[in-house]
């Protein structure tokens, strides 16, 4: 394994993290298919992402309360003290330790629609309906459903490492979707690529799956360090309280960098385009 820097532009201003993996170029093939995809009926296509209306009413507070209550639930779990007035932008005050970080979002990572106090399956309709094909919260290979709560505390390393989640095999056929729950500004929200899901494999250096470690920490999804164009100069689409953004799983995406006072979080939810 070699120790590499992965440089890449955010904000138009450069951010680098060293990473340790076996790096290697891909074959010539593209994996992302137009054909059937699940945003090839969308007009951002090409981009391969969109910013959507995702709530009505008071529908997004609901969720936020949940997902609220499921980072304080992690908290008694492992008996972590935090204040009755415990808001999500200040988690930072409370979890201090990358060790206390990492017990939390051990929990928080890996939740099911059983976990949220809110309707994912209602959101599957509704992002279906914007997409032109039928959505489900269920993962076949999985056997459930997934839902991912994002911790990033500021200027932290608490980010996932530029990457494409089709590479792994139940990620392959889905519409991912990131959604703001606090502190996301331009500063904080999910960075992309536009246009990478169009990029051939012999472009794209990166490692297998669990196959990064950053900070001391491996990562279950592939690390991409560069493209053979240039570095990764990504953008943040920043959806607003309320929108939800969605992408192809070949897009690549991650390394949402905290550069504010707050914590941010999100929910991610991957979910597959039901089978004919």
């Known amino acids: 394994m070699s120790v590499e820097t992965c440089t890449l532009y955010l904000d138009g201003k450069p951010f680098q993290f060293a990473v340790e993996g076996n790096f290697f170029w891909g074959e010539n093939e593209v994996l992302f298919e137009k054909k059937d995809s699940v945003i090839s009926k969308v007009a951002w296509q090409d981009e391969g992402y969109g910013v959507v209306s995702a709530f009505e009413g008071n529908e997004f507070n609901a969720l936020q309360q949940s997902i609220t209550a499921n980072i304080i639930k992690a908290f008694k779990i492992h008996k972590i003290p935090y204040p009755e007035d415990f808001s999500l932008k200040n988690y930072h005050n409370v979890i201090t330790t990358d060790e206390d970080h990492l017990k939390v979002i051990d929990i928080t990572r890996n939740l099911t629609n059983d976990d949220i106090d809110f309707d994912i399956?209602?959101?599957?309709?509704?992002?279906?309906?914007?997409?032109?094909?039928?959505?489900?919260?269920?993962?076949?290979?999985?056997?459930?459903?997934?839902?991912?709560?994002?911790?990033?505390?500021?200027?932290?390393?608490?980010?996932?490492?530029?990457?494409?989640?089709?590479?792994?095999?139940?990620?392959?056929?889905?519409?991912?979707?990131?959604?703001?729950?606090?502190?996301?500004?331009?500063?904080?929200?999910?960075?992309?690529?536009?246009?990478?899901?169009?990029?051939?494999?012999?472009?794209?250096?990166?490692?297998?799956?669990?196959?990064?470690?950053?900070?001391?920490?491996?990562?279950?999804?592939?690390?991409i360090l560069k493209t053979k164009s240039a570095d990764l100069r990504m953008i943040r689409p920043n959806p607003k309280e309320g929108e939800a953004l969605l992408f192809s799983p070949f897009l690549i995406h991650g390394a949402a960098v905290n550069r504010s006072e707050n914590t941010r979080v999100s929910m991610e939810l991957r979910l597959p385009k039901v089978k004919r």
Not at 149 to 174: A, F, Q
Not at 181 to 199: A, D, F, M, R
């Open 121 to 223: 399956d209602m959101l599957a309709e509704r992002f279906g309906n914007i997409l032109g094909y039928k959505l489900t919260s269920y993962v076949e290979e999985l056997k459930k459903s997934h839902i991912q709560i994002r911790i990033n505390r500021p200027s932290s390393l608490d980010i996932n490492p530029p990457h494409r989640d089709g590479y792994l095999s139940y990620w392959k056929d889905v519409i991912n979707v990131w959604i703001p729950i606090e502190g996301c500004t331009p500063e904080t929200s999910l960075p992309v690529l536009p246009g990478s899901h169009l990029l051939p494999e012999n472009e794209i250096l990166r490692t297998e799956s669990k196959g990064a470690k950053i900070n001391g920490n491996t990562y279950y999804v592939p690390c």
